[in-house]
């Protein structure tokens, strides 16, 4: 009774997609604007110039990052709900090495700012981790009270140790030997004119990531064990594979994953440490991965997709009374469909292919 | 300190446990029946808009309270149908839902009001007013136990003392009775309710929407009791904190009110001191919003006796044979 | 709700009490029951035999309204019923016991027995009333258990009491039981009969499902025999014998005992000492365990599940922390800590075939020869430095599926789409083809079709003749009886003995596995529940 792989991977996503695609017209619609205008005004928005790219690649980067995190973490059953929190350390990290030192290059302080960011992250996942791993404590509970927990904490450091002067909370300044190359002076060099965006090498670095990520857990034995004990723990055990050590590296490269969206977002772009500099895409980062199937590449995908919608939802908002809520509205509609209401469309679709594909002879599952 | 503070934290903590209170025995209900629930901020929130948005319209609380218990209840019911219904995941329907729920407020919010998100201040019949529990004036003046009735257990909104008398009644209705019989074997041991001939569906919606009607009144009560109107993501993660007193209290109704009330006083002494000192070191206030999170991870880990939730919690019910 | 009401059916003595006439149920595509119709007389015990997913299961969860079947009717003492629920079922007065029990651990036995078949909202009155009826039926059959136990302190004898107090609770008057003696003693299993036909006196009928061809003869008057979803026959139990049903079941003569030649033990391969387990609780779950394993023998360990043989399997596979002296070809074996593990277990020449592969043995949702790697990712000839090497395990997984006769021999199949045999089989072919010094295995032939099992039998011996140490556990007697070369029983986390399964009979086995050693002396089946109920109380 399994449905073909393209079906699983691409055609029910989709359809889930649409689905909520679909809701969220009616939701224009209840307020009083017209669905198909929203949609255009939000994908022109997003893709139609280079200033629409260059925002909605800046958000998809964090996305990638964090819907990396859930991603990795779901491979291992795993629901890491404290991507928030975790990039917030994140930010912590990275805004602790860009201050440290009066950096003279950016490309030297990258890989620092790196190391930094997925550092905290892992950090601030390997107690949750260490809690689930040696205790039993389940670890979606204590990674949301480590988000709330991760705000008080930068809040606290905000308005006290690290608070520049002036009223804000909010850290100094980062020197400019950290500011990362901008879209725009890159594309500059090989001569092509690309509107100002956030948009920064960053990106890159979640398409290695991606990559990474891919290479981990369909190409090592490291990710083979995360797999298999995703799917049991007692056969894990069998096999050899320690649960402990496997939900410790985990969780830290999941963490890890989290934290290096401050890179792009605080570094690339805030350039110094903001109360709230996370913005909720700890949170997509859920949705991301739960429309990606957990696949980098379905990640990516997400991703861009996500980003696109964030920036379309700012357009939106801008040239129609529809507001930016509406985006969190789309993101949660996503997040239903796809994860809780997946058995939804599975069950019709299951059927209509037992319908109408070939009745090839089945043997039977054991009892 | 002196009894007249004491007595007026000790109040502040009734008034904010009181939400805590009604949204963890909504989760104590759902969760003994085997639903987990991480959407209460969902219906609390939904609760709180409708509810301040009708009263708001109307002027009058009682249809704000229904249309909150209304919102709470639809909400509910998405939840039941993922995970009951289609057997999704307790956890990301849960997740799904808050976000839903954050981000519809404000935009109904924003089409109905123009306020940038929230309600117009309610006021008269738009709130609920506060109760003068008998002869509290004439006895105000008795020495320490005439406060503490006048002033600590007297003038408290309508929803204060439903959400307290809630905790015996739900004790009654899960240990004494045959419905809560079932409720609880249906969050141990579906398949035992199955074969005894029970719609374990019926019963679990029964429950999601018992969680539903309970939200629906915490969330009304923060819009309209504790609040004079509804504003942008107004729960704060009051949701969560209740998830949290409900692991504390390890799904117990009498151990919930402890916890809620703990948890309130925490609340209460964060907002009455800006600065706390214990033993000479300064306590920032930081500390204190997250103590609950903190507890519930030092509950959480098992340090302090071990919290064990329903056994067939979080899992859908698939008949086997 | 319905718990005593009349139910008003017509008293008709010669209709039988349960008529089927063409009940069909598919499962997408799999056809679990063709067709098939049955005729239980009342006051009788019917037994339903058939191998694994032959479909007797599905059959009765249709008569017990927890699926709906395609097609068919269903009778019940001459009318025709609907069953679309449970609900259905118990009101037509059918109870089914079934074979993992629909109990809730933390409830007490009253509070099992009402639930569902309360007297009215409040539940003070309806324990009071359930708490007489109980006494009164405790009474009646002989199944005696104290009201205000909780399930989770009582053994699983206790627990199926309490399964059949429910039914009749609910005043059944046929009983279904689904595999009841799996998890029996044999001295348990025979005061259940004793039980069952206590019933049958009084007038119930009894629909008995199993794949044991003993109890078929020992107790029931008539037997159906399903295979592949078909009711291959229905005969008189009086007018059968076990060689000709088994034949119905599998549609072909059957070899009962595995052809092999006497044993040739050598130097000892595997020593065990004093070894204790303790689980999560601290119970204690091995109690002082010794024995050893010789290189080409093979060393059956009976019991009843849940006396510590999983336990046993667990430590020497790595899978599980012991204490006490494990010895392998001379050397000890670490028992605590990181090289405790099954990896290091595995380097060491040991290979397992675990209990259950759906938990253990196999990832379901991984590809056939992902599952071919299990256990062994680490091995160089999967790897490439930092990589596995995909395309080598898929040539060497090929090659296991053709040597071991796999099918579908496709490496891509995903494991769960596999027939329970041929799962099997790759396990077999995993564990087998590392030419391990000594293999443990365990119940190596559960839901597997009997085709498989000859197989698998033939393997098991052919790696002792190979000069290698088999340690086998099983909880089927028969199996036991057939491939050991010698046999220990355990009880309650020890040894009872051992003996050579050509100087003991299945009475003796059976007394040890109740933990009896005095095995000469005649014990009536009191004494045998006393020591397992005492046994029950000293693990909790």
């Known amino acids: 009774m399994s449905l073909p792989k393209w079906a699983d991977v691409v055609l029910i996503p989709l359809i889930n997609l649409l689905l909520a695609l679909f809701v969220s017209g009616l939701v224009v619609l209840l307020i009083g604007e017209d669905p198909v205008n929203a949609m255009q005004i939000m994908v022109k928005g997003a893709v139609g110039s280079t200033y629409g790219w260059g925002y909605t690649l800046f958000y998809a980067t964090n996305f990638i990052f964090t819907g990396l995190a859930v991603a990795v973490a779901f491979h291992a059953k795993l629901f890491n709900i404290g991507g928030e929190g975790q990039a917030q350390l994140g930010s912590l990290g990275v805004a602790l090495v860009c201050l440290a030192l009066p950096w003279p290059h950016w490309a030297l302080a990258l890989p620092f700012a790196i190391v930094g960011g997925a550092l905290f992250g892992a950090a601030w996942a390997a107690i949750p981790a260490y809690l689930q791993a040696r205790r039993g404590s389940h670890i979606v509970i204590t990674t949301i009270m480590f988000n709330f927990i991760a705000s008080a904490l930068l809040v606290y450091l905000l308005v006290g140790a690290l608070k520049a002067p002036g009223m804000a909370p909010e850290s100094a300044r980062f020197p400019e030997g950290t500011f990362l190359p901008n879209a725009r002076d890159i594309f500059a060099l090989v001569g092509i004119k690309f509107a100002r965006s956030p948009l920064n090498v960053s990106f890159l670095l979640g398409l290695i990531a991606c990559f990474l990520v891919w290479l981990l857990l369909w190409r090592t034995r490291l990710g083979y064990e995360i797999r298999a004990y995703g799917h049991s723990e007692p056969a894990a055990r069998y096999a050899g594979i320690a649960p402990f050590r496997i939900i410790m590296i985990t969780m830290l490269i999941s963490g890890a994953l989290a934290g290096l969206m401050a890179v792009n977002a605080v570094m690339g772009e805030q350039q110094r440490l903001l109360q709230d500099n996370v913005l909720g895409a700890g949170f997509v980062g859920i949705a991301v991965a739960l429309m990606g199937r957990s696949h980098p590449v379905g990640v990516l995908i997400a991703a861009v997709l996500f980003g696109a919608l964030y920036q379309g939802g700012a357009e939106l908002e801008f040239e129609t009374s529809v507001p930016r809520e509406m985006v969190l509205v789309i993101q949660a509609l996503v997040i239903l469909f796809t994860g809780a209401l997946d058995n939804m469309v599975r069950g019709p679709v299951t059927g209509a292919f037992l319908h109408f594909g070939r009745r090839r002879p089945k043997i039977d599952p054991a009892e | ?321 | ?540």
């Open chain 3, 1 to 540: 709700m319905t718990g005593h009401s009349e139910r008003g059916r017509p008293a008709a003595p010669d209709a039988p009490a349960i008529e089927l006439k063409g009940i069909s149920k598919a499962f997408g595509t799999v056809q679990a029951n063709k067709d098939i119709s049955i005729r239980v007389m009342p006051g009788t015990i019917h037994g339903i035999i058939g191998e694994n997913g032959a479909g007797k299961s599905t059959l009765m969860s249709i008569l017990y309204g927890f699926y709906k079947a395609d097609g068919g009717d269903i009778f019940i003492a001459g009318r025709k019923t609907a069953i679309p629920d449970s609900q259905a079922a118990i009101a037509a007065g059918i109870g089914m016991v079934f074979q993992h029990f629909k109990l809730v651990e933390n409830f007490t036995v009253l509070e099992n027995v009402v639930l569902g078949a309360e007297s009215g909202a409040r539940l003070t009155p309806s324990l009071s009333k359930a708490r007489k009826l109980l006494t009164e039926l405790a009474a009646e059959y002989e199944l005696n258990v104290d009201p205000d136990a909780l399930i989770q302190d009582l053994g699983v004898g206790m627990q199926q009491r309490v399964e059949i107090l429910k039914a009749l609770y609910r005043q059944a008057d046929i009983l279904i039981l689904d595999e009841p003696t799996g998890v029996l003693t044999p001295a348990e299993a025979d005061h259940l009969f004793r039980i069952l036909e206590g019933l049958r006196a009084q007038g119930k009928t009894i629909i008995l499902i199993t794949h044991k061809l003993r109890e078929i003869m020992e107790i029931t008057d008539t037997v159906s025999v399903m295979r592949r979803g078909e009711m291959t026959a229905t005969v008189k139990t009086a007018e059968t014998s076990p060689e000709a049903l088994a034949e119905l079941m599998v549609g072909r003569k059957v070899l009962l005992r595995v052809d092999k030649a006497p044993a040739a033990p050598k130097q000892i391969v595997l020593d065990v000492e004093n070894l204790r387990v303790k689980d999560d609780k601290g119970v204690e779950r091995l109690k002082s365990v010794s024995l050893n394993v010789r290189a080409g023998e093979i060393l059956g360990i009976a019991g009843v599940a849940g006396n510590g043989q999983s336990e046993l399997l667990d430590v020497l596979g790595g899978s599980r922390e012991a204490t006490g002296r494990v010895t392998l070809n001379g050397t000890d074996l670490d028992l605590t800590g990181k090289l405790s593990d099954a990896r290091t277990r595995r380097a060491r020449g040991i290979a397992h075939v675990p209990e259950d592969r759906h938990r253990e043995g196999l990832i379901l949702d991984f590809h056939a020869w992902e599952n071919v790697a299990f256990g062994y990712h680490h091995d160089p000839k999967y790897n490439r430095g930092w990589l596995m090497d995909n395309d080598a395990l898929r040539r060497d997984t090929e090659e296991k599926i053709a040597k071991f006769d796999v099918r579908p021999a496709d490496c891509w199949q995903t494991a769960k789409n596999f027939s329970g045999g041929n799962q099997q089989k790759i396990v077999i072919a995993r564990e087998l083809e590392r030419n391990p010094d000594l293999l443990l295995v365990g119940q190596p032939t559960r839901g597997v079709d009997i085709g498989a099992i000859e197989f698998i039998h033939q393997q098991i011996v052919a790696l002792r003749d190979a000069g290698k140490a088999i340690l086998l556990v099983s909880v089927e007697l028969d199996e036991i009886m057939s491939l050991s070369d010698r046999i220990a029983v355990m009880f309650d986390g020890r040894i009872m003995g051992e003996r050579l399964p050509s100087e003991t009979t299945e009475r003796e086995l059976g007394l040890l596995m109740a933990g009896i050693t005095d095995t000469d002396t005649p014990h009536t089946v009191q004494e045998v529940e006393a020591n397992l109920a005492e046994r029950h109380g000293k693990v909790q």
């Open chain 2, 1 to 321: 300190m002196e009894l007249i503070t004491i007595i007026q934290i000790l109040d502040s903590t009734v008034r904010l446990a009181t939400p805590l209170l009604l949204a963890c025995l909504a989760g104590l209900f759902s969760e003994r029946a085997g639903i987990f629930d991480i959407g209460l901020e969902a219906k609390m929130l939904a609760a709180a808009f409708f509810s301040a948005a009708v009263a708001a319209m109307t002027g009058s609380v009682w249809l704000g309270l229904m249309a909150g218990i209304a919102a709470s209840l639809v909400f509910a019911l998405i939840h039941g149908i993922a995970s009951i219904t289609f057997r999704g995941d307790q956890l990301i329907s849960g997740v799904a839902l808050n976000f839903l729920a954050s981000g519809m407020t404000v935009l109904i919010a924003r089409d109905w009001f123009n306020e940038g998100g929230r309600t117009p201040a309610l006021i008269d019949g738009g709130r609920f007013q506060e109760i003068t529990l008998p002869f509290a004036n004439a006895l105000a003046d008795v020495p320490v136990l005439g406060p503490i009735y006048s002033e600590l257990l007297s003038g408290h909104t309508v929803l204060v003392y439903v959400a307290f008398l809630a905790v015996p009644a739900t004790w009654y209705i899960l240990f004494r009775t045959r419905f809560g019989l079932r409720l609880r074997a249906v969050g141990e041991n579906p398949g035992a309710v199955d074969t005894a001939g029970i719609s374990v569906v019926r019963l679990r919606y029964s429950a999601v929407l018992i969680a539903g009607l309970l939200c629906g009144l915490a969330g009304a009560y923060l819009a309209t009791g504790l609040a004079a109107g509804f504003v942008k993501d107004m729960t704060a993660g009051r949701g969560y904190i209740a998830l949290a007193a409900l692991i504390f209290a390890k799904w117990r109704p009498w151990y919930a009110m402890g916890a809620c009330l703990l948890f309130g006083l925490l609340d209460a002494i964060g907002n009455r001191y800006q600065s706390l000192e214990l033993l000479g070191l300064p306590i920032p206030t930081q500390f204190m919003q997250a103590l609950p999170y903190i507890l519930t991870v030092v509950i959480l880990a098992g340090f302090v006796g071990k919290a064990i939730p329903p056994r067939a919690g979080g899992q859908a019910y698939v008949k086997e044979r």
